[in-house]
């Protein structure tokens, strides 16, 4: 499992009980050397959480190996270590813990060098960050989830899939969403080594599989002398190969990303035969096929009528919608560094679909990819409209999975402290709904 570059973890933070009652909260922090050291010569962390909490540095308690010491404890210590690839866990006493959202968390952290002289000791790394406490609320009607898409370029460069998974269950989360061949080794055919670690990696973090993304690329063949388009049969034949590969892994849900014919994301022809050569295994397998509907497509489009129309026309039970909240999206992504206005697709300005619109397609959604892109540190969204998309999908009855699915800036770890902000504020409003 891979850390974080910030010397304070996002993961990790949380308040901590003991008999019933919070006592005060934790995070884990970083060895800040290029090497692991004995806990002993740990000289102290100071902690300081905006004005709510300033703790001296010999205060925290520190966690290595499952035990926990006080730093005379540590200094008395023998064969106690910080290993350089694992997180110290930090445990500040403060009686009623934090506040949930999010919080600057700055620590002045004292380390003895041997090797450095006495007058330039300890040796002080003093850092500020902002890390969100999750809330603690039961989230009103809704199940919660991460897609690891929200992990994209950091999944593989500085995430391997433990990371990403713990980061998914730290936020409690309690199911998590991949991408088939952006997330499984050795895509179709992985191998027993990999498929039993996934297993043992869902049961250590208490996680439950849920929806596997997938794709029917109808332009495989489209270059070239001998360019043609893909047969239903052909897409039928990718459909079928991820329903069986989903199952296996354990998801309920399969979304396929069906290729496109217009700017609206109107999908190829061979849709609906290559998705209706598929319901008997997908009722075999318990499985359901869910297309997403997906900025520019609002809920009022002819491609969603195409949807339904499939499901009344055959009465399946494994078929529906995934909605994607994107499509809620009433404010403008922000131009990137050099991006020149009117030089990107409209809809990154936000479609606005109504979320009264839910209601016209509620029975037939089965999934939601909580789609996002900026939360900032007052924990508002500056691109959907949370509250009014929850309490429509309240109304419709919906109580499915939020999942997580961020889509906004890539710089390295920023994700999971975004994803750690979205639970927060969506929990918080559902609750109060």
Aim: glycine letters at 8%.
């Amino acid at each position: 499992m891979l850390l974080e570059r910030d010397l304070i973890q996002s993961v990790g933070f949380r308040n901590v009980r003991e008999g019933g009652e919070i006592t005060g909260f934790q995070f884990r922090l970083r060895m800040p050397s290029y090497r692991g050291m004995a806990a002993s010569l740990i000289d102290g962390v100071a902690v300081r959480v905006g004005d709510l909490v300033d703790v001296g540095a010999d205060v925290p308690r520190w966690t290595f190996g499952g035990r926990t010491y006080s730093l005379q404890e540590l200094w008395d210590s023998e064969g106690v270590r910080w290993p350089l690839e694992e997180a110290a866990i930090v445990t500040v006493p403060h009686p009623g813990g934090l506040p949930e959202g999010a919080h600057e968390v700055s620590i002045q952290l004292r380390l003895r060098m041997s090797y450095i002289p006495q007058e330039h000791q300890p040796s002080t790394y003093e850092v500020s960050r902002h890390i969100t406490l999750t809330s603690a609320e039961d989230g009103g009607p809704f199940r919660y989830g991460v897609s690891l898409y929200s992990f994209m370029t950091d999944f593989g460069t500085v995430m391997d899939l433990e990371t990403a998974l713990a980061a998914v269950a730290d936020v409690g989360a309690t199911g998590v969403e991949i991408l088939g061949e952006g997330h499984i080794e050795r895509y179709p055919d992985p191998t027993s080594e990999w498929i039993d670690r996934w297993f043992a990696l869902l049961e250590k973090y208490s996680l439950e599989p849920t929806n596997y993304g997938s794709w029917i690329d109808t332009r495989l063949h489209s270059s070239g002398l001998h360019a043609r388009d893909l047969t239903a049969a052909e897409g039928a034949a990718m459909l079928q190969r991820d329903l069986r590969l989903a199952k296996r892994l354990g998801f309920r849900f399969v979304r396929p990303k069906i290729g496109v014919v217009s700017s609206d994301l109107v999908p190829h022809p061979i849709w609906t035969e290559s998705v209706e050569r598929s319901l008997d295994l997908a009722a075999e397998l318990d499985v359901v096929i869910c297309p997403e509907i997906h900025a520019p497509t609002p809920i009022k489009h002819e491609v969603v009528d195409d949807y339904i129309g499939l499901i009344e026309r055959t009465g399946t039970k494994h078929f529906g919608l995934l909605l994607d909240t994107g499509i809620f999206q009433d404010r403008p992504i922000p131009l990137k560094p050099g991006e020149l206005p009117g030089r990107r697709p409209a809809f990154m300005d936000g479609i606005a679909v109504d979320p009264a619109d839910i209601a016209d397609i509620a029975k037939y959604v089965v999934f939601i990819q909580a789609k996002f892109h900026d939360i900032d540190e007052n924990l508002e969204d500056q691109q959907i409209p949370w509250e009014p998309v929850l309490r429509a999908l309240k109304d419709a009855g919906y109580s499915g999975y939020l999942s997580s699915e961020y889509e906004g800036e890539r710089t390295p770890w920023r994700s999971i402290e975004q994803v750690r902000r979205q639970h927060s504020l969506i929990r918080s409003i559902a609750s109060r709904l």
